[in-house]
């Protein structure tokens, strides 16, 4: 018999005054709506005593790399951040999910519901890719994390003693619901030649707007050559494009990146002569694994000890001048090579998504698809499609879209869901931190993340 197991991430802080159980740790942004961040905590009230207890969800760019970390001048800046009270617990108690009823009937009367629910424009979590291994220090990482820290304190606004705190990454993905009724990317360019007559026609289309990680692009390509020269050769790449923003409408340049993570250099089926037509299909396989080595390439947030993939597309719920955060987009350039003439290029933006999250059932409908950063026109200097661009596409009747992927939607027995905890270990540092002589009050260290 198949088990219902539910995994449960469970985490004390040091003093034991506060424990933190949380269902998941991937929360996916739907393109306009986010699966709500919920969680119980545990509370001792003769550890805790006075003070209050408090979560807060914070959404932090953190850049200290190379050189950068070298000379001390890493960068951190809060892009968004949101506390709440959970003890005492508010007069109105947040709706609580099958899960987090379930949690409350394992640990007793001590244990306190929190849930975040995030707003659009949160960014999502994306890491730059070092050559360090995965879980390395989070000093040498760059990107944008989400954690979930609570606390024991007297104030939200006091400091943060360690002992009586407990932080956990989380991440925040952005699933893409595929349109099954959005047209095809498709363009057409034409090319003439200062020094030639006629004109080298190129036509390319992919089979589908959105690919998830692994997927192959597939691209077809026509070519119409009706000049006085030859088509030599063929060069596609799929290129991923990043953009950093700490504020709406600010564009932080020296964070700026674009990488080529697949190439294909052909000349099967060349030259196209004078006066001939030709048809090519190819397929490239975008992937993390075949990149390891390149700097800078922007991946879905990394937790410690975890792989991740290519960072997802971002979605946009309003103009690229209101987004903040790293702002990702894909596109494949292709590019016919006329020998002592200028080549013949166009491009084509897709959107590369994380597949469908755990037991999806249906979403809330949107008003329309995401599409991609390129094909904004505010978003030229990223990788804007080439003028003269044409779509057309299949009329189809659109999928039902899926529901947020919480617990409350998951359509489990609740009787029947069985919890398989999973503990983290604080970090402790005996000899320096003693919780029998007491410690003065400091700031979370963001190098104790598990």
């Not at 995965?134 to 360690?162: I, P, W, Y």
């Amino acid at each position: 018999m198949e088990s219902k197991a539910r995994r449960v991430f469970k985490k004390a802080s040091t003093s034991d005054a506060v424990t933190v159980y949380l269902g998941r740790r991937d929360f996916y942004d739907h393109g306009g709506a986010v699966d709500p961040i919920d969680g119980v905590v545990a509370v001792n009230p003769g550890l805790v005593g006075t003070k209050l207890v408090f979560a807060r969800f914070s959404a932090v760019f953190n850049y200290s790399m190379g050189e950068a970390n070298a000379l001390g001048v890493g960068m951190r800046k809060v892009l968004f951040s949101e506390t709440i009270q959970v003890y005492p617990p508010p007069p109105e108690a947040p709706r609580l999910t099958k899960l987090q009823k379930k949690l409350f009937a394992k640990i007793g009367g001590n244990a306190f519901a929190f849930t975040f629910q995030l707003p659009p424009g949160v960014p999502s979590s994306v890491t730059l890719q070092s050559l360090q291994a995965a879980g390395a220090n989070s000093r040498n990482r760059c990107g944008v994390d989400h954690e979930v820290l609570v606390f024991a304190a007297d104030g939200s606004s006091t400091k943060v003693q360690k002992k009586d705190s407990v932080r956990l990454n989380v991440r925040k993905l952005a699933y893409v619901i595929p349109d099954i009724a959005a047209p095809l990317p498709t363009v057409d360019v034409e090319k003439s030649f200062l020094l030639g007559s006629g004109h080298v026609a190129m036509h390319a289309a992919l089979n589908k707007e959105t690919y998830y990680h692994g997927e192959p692009v597939e691209i077809s390509v026509v070519i119409d050559n009706q000049s006085s020269r030859n088509v030599k050769a063929l060069v596609l790449k799929v290129r991923q494009f990043v953009q950093f923003r700490t504020e709406p409408g600010v564009t932080n340049e020296a964070f700026n990146n674009k990488s080529i993570i697949a190439q294909l250099d052909t000349s099967v089926g060349f030259p196209v002569n004078s006066g001939s037509r030709q048809e090519f299909k190819f397929s490239l396989v975008p992937s993390r694994q075949d990149n390891l080595k390149q700097l800078h390439l922007a991946l879905d947030g990394q937790l410690k000890d975890e792989d991740t993939c290519l960072a997802s597309s971002t979605l946009l719920d309003g103009s690229l001048d209101d987004a903040i955060g790293m702002i990702v987009s894909y596109d494949v350039k292709i590019t016919a090579i006329v020998p002592f003439a200028s080549d013949v290029i166009c491009k084509l933006p897709f959107l590369l998504s994380a597949p469908p999250p755990p037991r999806p059932a249906a979403s809330p409908t949107r008003s329309q698809p995401p599409t991609p950063m390129s094909a904004q026109p505010s978003a030229a200097p990223i990788a804007a499609a080439a003028s003269g661009r044409r779509t057309s596409g299949r009329e189809a009747e659109a999928p039902a879209r899926p529901r947020l992927s919480n617990y409350e939607e998951g359509g489990d027995d609740e009787d029947d869901l069985e919890l398989e905890f999973v503990e983290f270990v604080q970090k402790r540092v005996d000899k320096m931190f003693s919780l029998e002589q007491g410690e003065e009050a400091e700031e979370f260290d963001p190098d104790t993340s598990a």
